[in-house]
């Protein structure tokens, strides 16, 4: 079982809101602007809409792939810590499969809208908890990767408060995943140089 939801989130993972975007506005997303293929790069080159679509994708394959694991596990009689294991299980490899994607040469995103679908799947309170606190410091210092940051403490928190131990390790390698993902990020911000989130919604599609 831990193989099937690892490969069932892998391969949702797989699945990026910006390659739909890319064919439809035919622009090459991943290597232009900070060359991601996220819903921030794509709001960047093409404007707020699309990149709220990208977002929304992305957000929505990440619930499916729980939700589908949740149908099966229950089916299968899994259920208590070791469904909540199997479902920390899959939204490691959803992110996973975001960043590393086969289909984009193992090359892609940094899986931002991604936990927030994982976060809404898991369990409403650490998603409230989490999605708040990824607006409040957003806001605050107009930097989404800060937000990010703090999203991803936050659900490091309500997880071992709400699930224990073992998925909250499943949490700390995903918050090593994205620290290193948003690396560069943090280098922009030191030299001044990364983009506002205001700045991002100026830009007309």
Same mark, same amino acid.
């Given at each position: 079982?831990? /193989?099937l939801v =690892?490969?069932?989130?892998y391969?949702?993972g797989c699945?990026?809101?910006?390659q739909?975007v =890319?064919? %439809?506005?035919?622009?090459?997303?991943?290597n232009?602007?900070?060359?991601? =293929?996220?819903?921030?790069?794509?709001t960047?080159?093409?404007?707020?809409?699309y990149?709220?679509? /990208?977002?929304?994708?992305?957000? &929505?394959?990440a619930?499916?792939s729980i939700?589908? !694991?949740?149908?099966i $596990?229950?089916?299968?009689g899994?259920t +208590?810590?070791?469904?909540? $294991?199997?479902v920390?299980?899959?939204?490691?490899?959803?992110?996973?499969g975001?960043n %590393?994607?086969?289909?984009?040469?193992?090359?892609?995103?940094k899986? #931002?809208?991604?936990? !927030? +679908? !994982?976060?809404?799947?898991?369990?409403?309170k650490v998603a409230?908890?989490g999605?708040?606190i990824l &607006?409040? &410091?957003t806001l #605050?210092?107009?930097?989404? /990767?800060?937000?990010?940051?703090f @999203?991803y403490?936050s659900? $490091?928190?309500t997880?071992y408060?709400? &699930?224990?131990?073992?998925p #909250?390790?499943? !949490?700390?390698?995903?918050?090593?995943?994205?620290? @290193?993902?948003?690396m560069?990020?943090?280098?922009?911000?030191?030299n001044?140089e990364? #983009?506002?989130?205001? =700045?991002?919604?100026k830009?007309?599609?």
């Amino acid at each position: 079982m831990y /193989v099937l939801v =690892s490969l069932i989130g892998y391969l949702i993972g797989c699945v990026h809101g910006s390659q739909v975007v =890319s064919i %439809y506005k035919k622009v090459d997303i991943k290597n232009k602007g900070v060359k991601n =293929s996220g819903a921030s790069n794509t709001t960047i080159l093409l404007g707020w809409k699309y990149g709220i679509l /990208v977002a929304l994708i992305d957000v &929505f394959k990440a619930t499916l792939s729980i939700l589908l !694991v949740l149908y099966i $596990l229950n089916d299968q009689g899994i259920t +208590g810590e070791t469904q909540t $294991l199997l479902v920390y299980i899959n939204a490691l490899f959803i992110i996973l499969g975001h960043n %590393y994607p086969v289909t984009m040469k193992f090359s892609g995103g940094k899986g #931002t809208a991604s936990l !927030v +679908g !994982v976060l809404l799947a898991i369990d409403w309170k650490v998603a409230v908890i989490g999605i708040g606190i990824l &607006f409040l &410091f957003t806001l #605050t210092t107009d930097y989404l /990767v800060v937000g990010v940051l703090f @999203m991803y403490f936050s659900f $490091l928190v309500t997880t071992y408060f709400f &699930f224990g131990i073992e998925p #909250t390790m499943v !949490v700390v390698l995903l918050s090593i995943i994205s620290i @290193m993902k948003h690396m560069e990020n943090y280098k922009r911000i030191l030299n001044k140089e990364e #983009t506002k989130l205001s =700045s991002m919604f100026k830009k007309e599609s």
